[in-house]
């Protein structure tokens, strides 16, 4: 088997379980990968057999699926392929997928922070807790209460990134508050690409939008 052919498959199969992972919560990925090839050398036929090892598998998360999401879920695959369209985009994914792939979990809490930062910072770095917070809080909110409850969340989980920096302290992280900010980043990631939106567009789009307000739902 050609390594291109055999590069190609293994590429498919991890995207798949990359976007999966962007689906919904849970580490779905591969322990370790084995391609056969038979080949008839026309004498008689031979089986090749290669493997490769992959990451190790760090966050044990369960990744599940109840039947009412299995349609949803191969929806999402159908419509969304690898890599994303946008080059922040895909170094939000980059850093989302370290979360899963890191043990470490002041390490993981830092790489989805970047993500954010990626997705919903603002250029001029001012007030950047503010702005991330307040940002996450127009763009994920289905209420102005849940958009004002997504920003206070987000300020308190960017108060413990700013302890985390400036003095190396992993005990203000909890796993709960992984998996927070990993639903938010993942969240985060979604929501952009529903919008089409560039990051420049979309960060002035959020900045004249209250919490609850989304104009690309509305047209959709």
Not at 205 to 220: A, H, I
């Amino acid at each position: 088997m050609r390594p291109k052919v055999l590069g190609e498959a293994h590429r498919c199969v991890q995207d798949k379980c990359r976007l999966l992972r962007l689906f919904k919560e849970g580490n779905i990925v591969l322990a370790c990968s084995f391609a056969y090839h038979l080949a008839d050398t026309g004498k008689e036929a031979k089986l090749f057999a290669s493997n490769i090892r992959e990451c190790p598998i760090v966050d044990a998360t369960q990744f599940a699926l109840t039947p009412s999401k299995i349609s949803e879920a191969e929806s999402f695959l159908k419509s969304v392929s690898l890599p994303l369209p946008d080059k922040a985009l895909q170094l939000a994914l980059g850093t989302f997928d370290l979360s899963y792939e890191t043990y470490d979990i002041g390490l993981a809490f830092l790489s989805l922070m970047i993500a954010m930062e990626v997705l919903l910072g603002p250029k001029d770095q001012q007030r950047i807790t503010h702005w991330i917070s307040t940002n996450a809080g127009v763009l994920l909110g289905q209420s102005q209460s849940d958009g004002q409850r997504i920003s206070e969340k987000m300020k308190g989980l960017y108060d413990k990134r700013s302890k985390l920096v400036h003095t190396g302290d992993k005990s203000v992280v909890a796993r709960e508050d992984i998996l927070e900010l990993r639903h938010y980043v993942r969240e985060t990631i979604k929501e952009v690409m529903r919008s089409g939106m560039p990051k420049d567009a979309l960060l002035d789009t959020l900045k004249s939008c209250r919490f609850g307000q989304r104009p690309w739902r509305v047209k959709q």
